[in-house]
C-alpha cells in the first residue's frame, strides 16, 4: 500500500523567526512575548533583525555609531551608555574617524538592547522599563539592573528576573 502525500500549492514563509522557531502572528490575538520583543530590539538597535543569529551576524560586523544616539533617544542616559557599550573616549575617536562600534562594542549594545526589549515587553513601556532597571534589587544585593547589565553573567541575571516577573513568579 502505498501513500500519497497531500501536494501544497502554497507556502507562506515565517513572517517572524525568534530563537529560530518560526512563528505567525495571528490578528484576533495579543503579540506574542517573543514579537514584542522582536518590535522592541528594532526601535533600541534599528534595521530589521530577523533571529538570533542575525543578531550574531551584525555584533561581527559592528553596528553603526549611530546605534548609541538610538539608545539615548530611547531613554538611556549618555553616561549609561558609555558604562554599558562604549567608553567615552573611545565614542570620541570613532566618531572623529569614522568607524564602526567593534565586535565586543557591537556585542555589548545588542545586549544591552536584547535586556532593554525584555523589559519594556514585560513591564509594558519604555518608561516603565528604565525606570526598573535604575532602581536598586535586594536580589543584586542593592544593585541596579543597569550596573549588573555591565557584565554578560550581570545581564543573564536582570534577564532572569525579567522572565520570572513576566511568568508571575516573586522576582
Not at 100 to 127: F, H, M, P, V, Y
Amino acid at each position: 500500500m502505498t501513500y500519497a502525500l497531500p501536494i501544497c500549492n502554497k507556502y507562506t514563509p515565517p513572517i517572524l523567526l525568534w530563537h529560530n522557531v518560526p512563528m505567525q502572528p495571528n490578528p484576533t490575538t495579543p503579540p506574542s512575548t517573543a514579537h514584542q520583543l522582536s518590535n522592541f530590539l528594532r526601535e533600541w538597535l534599528g534595521g530589521r533583525i530577523s533571529s538570533e543569529l542575525e543578531l550574531a551576524s551584525l555584533a561581527e560586523r559592528g553596528l553603526p555609531l549611530t546605534t548609541v544616539s538610538r539608545m539615548t533617544r530611547h531613554g538611556l542616559t549618555r553616561d549609561e551608555v558609555h558604562a554599558l557599550v562604549i567608553h567615552r573616549r573611545t565614542f570620541k575617536h570613532r566618531k572623529a574617524s569614522h568607524q564602526k562600534l567593534s565586535k565586543e562594542e557591537s556585542d555589548r549594545a545588542i545586549r544591552t538592547a536584547r535586556i532593554l526589549a525584555r523589559a519594556q515587553a514585560t513591564l509594558g513601556d519604555a518608561a516603565s522599563a528604565l525606570t526598573w532597571v535604575r532602581e536598586p534589587k535586594t536580589r543584586f544585593e542593592g544593585k541596579t539592573p543597569i550596573q549588573m547589565m555591565s557584565t554578560e553573567t550581570g545581564g543573564r541575571l536582570v534577564e532572569e528576573m525579567l522572565v520570572q516577573i513576566d511568568e508571575g513568579m516573586f522576582a
